[in-house]
């Protein structure tokens, strides 16, 4: 019998971005029962599922229609069915017959109404506020975890040209939903604070739970030293000096959108630039801040953000919103650079057969300034968790030993092996704050059912389903 949904039936991890960005989401939102003891779990992906699915809703027409209403809010037919073809792939799981896909639809819908009451409920909680610093750095975060799963950032801008995003576009997308997920997490973590949990609780935990808890991973404790990845001053100015020669070509009346289709780094480039209309908010602050002095048709200066050197041509005005093209030179180190970097941490990691001590050696020369000082150590990290860089690097290396250098987006890594465990049980003599952890966070999942359950009575709730 064919599955009515099969993990087949979704991107795979080998060949599309959204198998990777799965690595780094919460995970499809739990159904009651199935996982209890774990700890408690962002209620829905907050980033890119549109992209985890869109290969999958391209190739399957899904009627869309709204499923349950709660207060203001809607769930729509196509995020339930997103919700159900995600909890397929990432528990690798084949739905058969109607009646499974029926049962994990309305398990799934269920969560998703609790999921839009908690966002109803923090968003009328006055106490609850979220920057949008907090926004950004959330979403340099995922983004840059995202981009690791490449092997190069060329390679990660081809892949999000080849889904029609740019990662301008990408944090425009996700902004609100992003926003959304950390006011909510904030609300359950004004929960959080107020459970007290006495030792009692936590041995009885232990002793209910203890054959079905996870085993604690192969683990590994690493310090490194990192040799960055950066343009020399050379390499700046040679770029600065392409961009102002553009910058002049775009004034003297060149096609604009030509320009940018030849010397654009960015992947709008295949559309000339084109930015299409956005909101205020939506671009990096320097980015906004050149557009605001712009009128119809004018062209900025060279414009410098965290992406590089931009030309900004503003096209239209309509009420808040803008639409803009551009032309993005990005700082990216040349390969003489690249070279030069290795050659150092080449040379630093001949070193240490010498004699000479890796802490005072990462001091010294390791441009990871959160770690240097420490002497590079990053603490403890389980073996499965690490970047397949990384993994291959520790491979075969005992507690004591460096690494070959590694490279990352970041640069080159010396990594050195502090210590190493094999995978063993949970328990209560060695493993007690994490066991506190998990038992507060079990009681907590156990109030929030019944909060929401109080909750549920406030606002108006209809299920279309």
Same mark, same amino acid.
């Given at each position: 019998?064919?599955?009515?949904?099969?993990?087949?039936?979704v991107p795979?991890?080998?060949s599309s971005l959204?198998?990777r960005i799965?690595?780094?989401?919460?995970?499809?939102?739990p159904v009651?029962?199935v996982?209890?003891?774990?700890?408690?779990?962002?209620?829905?992906?907050?980033?890119?599922?549109?992209?985890?699915?869109?290969?999958?809703?391209r190739?399957?027409?899904?009627?869309?229609?709204?499923?349950?209403v709660?207060d203001?809010?809607?769930?729509?037919q196509?995020?339930l069915?997103?919700q159900?073809?995600?909890?397929?792939?990432?528990n690798?799981?084949e739905?058969?017959?109607?009646?499974?896909?029926?049962r994990?639809?309305?398990e799934?819908?269920?969560?998703?109404i609790?999921?839009?009451l908690?966002l109803v409920q923090?968003?009328?909680?006055t106490?609850?506020?979220?920057?949008?610093r907090?926004?950004?750095?959330?979403?340099?975060q995922?983004?840059?975890?995202?981009?690791?799963?490449?092997p190069?950032?060329?390679e990660?801008e081809?892949?999000?040209?080849?889904?029609?995003?740019?990662?301008?576009?990408l944090?425009?997308?996700?902004k609100?939903e992003?926003?959304?997920?950390i006011?909510?997490?904030?609300?359950v973590?004004?929960?959080?604070r107020?459970v007290?949990?006495?030792?009692?609780?936590?041995?009885e935990?232990h002793?209910?739970?203890?054959?079905?808890?996870?085993?604690?991973?192969?683990?590994?404790r690493l310090?490194?030293?990192?040799?960055?990845l950066?343009?020399s001053?050379?390499?700046?100015? $040679?770029?600065?000096? @392409? +961009?102002?020669?553009?910058?002049? /070509?775009a004034?003297? *009346?060149? =096609? !604009?959108s %030509? #320009?940018?289709?030849?010397?654009?780094d960015d992947?709008?480039?295949?559309?000339g630039?084109?930015?299409?209309f956005f909101?205020?908010?939506?671009?990096?602050?320097?980015?906004?801040?050149a557009?605001?002095a712009l009128k119809?048709?004018?062209?900025?200066?060279l414009?410098?953000t965290?992406f590089g050197?931009?030309?900004?041509?503003?096209?239209?005005?309509?009420?808040?919103?803008?639409?803009?093209?551009?032309?993005l030179?990005?700082?990216?180190?040349?390969?003489?650079d690249?070279? $030069?970097?290795?050659? @150092? +941490?080449d040379?630093l990691?001949? /070193?240490?057969p010498? *004699?000479? =001590? !890796?802490? %005072? #050696?990462?001091?010294?020369?390791s441009?990871?300034?959160?770690?240097?000082?420490?002497?590079?150590?990053?603490?403890?990290?389980?073996v499965?968790?690490?970047t397949p860089?990384?993994?291959?690097?520790v491979r075969?290396?005992?507690?004591?030993?460096?690494s070959?250098?590694?490279k990352?987006e970041?640069?080159?890594?010396?990594?050195?092996?502090?210590d190493?465990?094999?995978?063993?049980?949970?328990?209560?003599?060695?493993?007690?704050?994490?066991?506190?952890?998990?038992?507060k966070? $079990?009681?907590?999942?156990?109030?929030?059912?019944?909060w929401?359950?109080?909750?549920?009575?406030?606002?108006y709730v %209809?299920?279309?389903?």
């Amino acid at each position: 019998m064919t599955p009515v949904i099969s993990p087949a039936k979704v991107p795979r991890r080998e060949s599309s971005l959204s198998a990777r960005i799965c690595m780094f989401m919460s995970g499809a939102t739990p159904v009651r029962g199935v996982e209890p003891l774990r700890p408690l779990r962002r209620l829905l992906p907050i980033l890119l599922l549109f992209l985890l699915l869109a290969p999958a809703l391209r190739s399957q027409e899904v009627m869309d229609g709204i499923v349950a209403v709660v207060d203001k809010e809607i769930i729509l037919q196509s995020e339930l069915f997103s919700q159900v073809q995600l909890y397929a792939l990432q528990n690798r799981i084949e739905l058969r017959t109607q009646e499974e896909v029926e049962r994990l639809q309305r398990e799934l819908l269920d969560r998703m109404i609790d999921d839009k009451l908690l966002l109803v409920q923090a968003e009328k909680d006055t106490s609850l506020r979220v920057t949008d610093r907090e926004v950004s750095e959330a979403l340099d975060q995922h983004i840059r975890q995202i981009r690791q799963q490449f092997p190069s950032q060329e390679e990660f801008e081809r892949q999000l040209a080849q889904e029609g995003f740019t990662e301008l576009k990408l944090r425009r997308k996700y902004k609100e939903e992003v926003k959304n997920q950390i006011l909510k997490e904030k609300l359950v973590n004004t929960r959080l604070r107020q459970v007290k949990l006495s030792n009692m609780e936590v041995r009885e935990f232990h002793q209910i739970h203890k054959d079905s808890l996870p085993k604690r991973p192969e683990s590994i404790r690493l310090a490194h030293l990192l040799v960055s990845l950066q343009p020399s001053e050379a390499t700046v100015e $040679a770029i600065k000096s @392409l +961009a102002f020669r553009v910058l002049e /070509l775009a004034r003297s *009346g060149v =096609d !604009f959108s %030509e #320009l940018a289709a030849e010397y654009s780094d960015d992947p709008s480039s295949e559309r000339g630039g084109d930015l299409g209309f956005f909101s205020p908010g939506d671009m990096v602050p320097e980015f906004e801040l050149a557009l605001s002095a712009l009128k119809p048709g004018e062209i900025s200066g060279l414009v410098k953000t965290q992406f590089g050197y931009h030309i900004i041509k503003l096209e239209q005005r309509a009420g808040e919103k803008v639409k803009a093209r551009h032309i993005l030179f990005m700082l990216r180190p040349s390969q003489e650079d690249e070279s $030069a970097a290795l050659r @150092l +941490a080449d040379s630093l990691y001949h /070193l240490v057969p010498t *004699g000479t =001590d !890796f802490s %005072e #050696l990462t001091r010294e020369f390791s441009d990871d300034s959160d770690s240097r000082e420490a002497g590079g150590e990053l603490g403890w990290y389980a073996v499965e968790d690490l970047t397949p860089q990384f993994s291959e690097a520790v491979r075969g290396l005992e507690v004591g030993e460096v690494s070959q250098p590694a490279k990352s987006e970041f640069g080159y890594h010396l990594l050195k092996v502090l210590d190493r465990q094999e995978a063993r049980y949970l328990s209560l003599e060695e493993d007690w704050e994490q066991l506190k952890e998990m038992a507060k966070r $079990a009681k907590v999942n156990r109030q929030l059912v019944d909060w929401l359950k109080e909750i549920r009575k406030r606002y108006y709730v %209809e299920v279309k389903l």
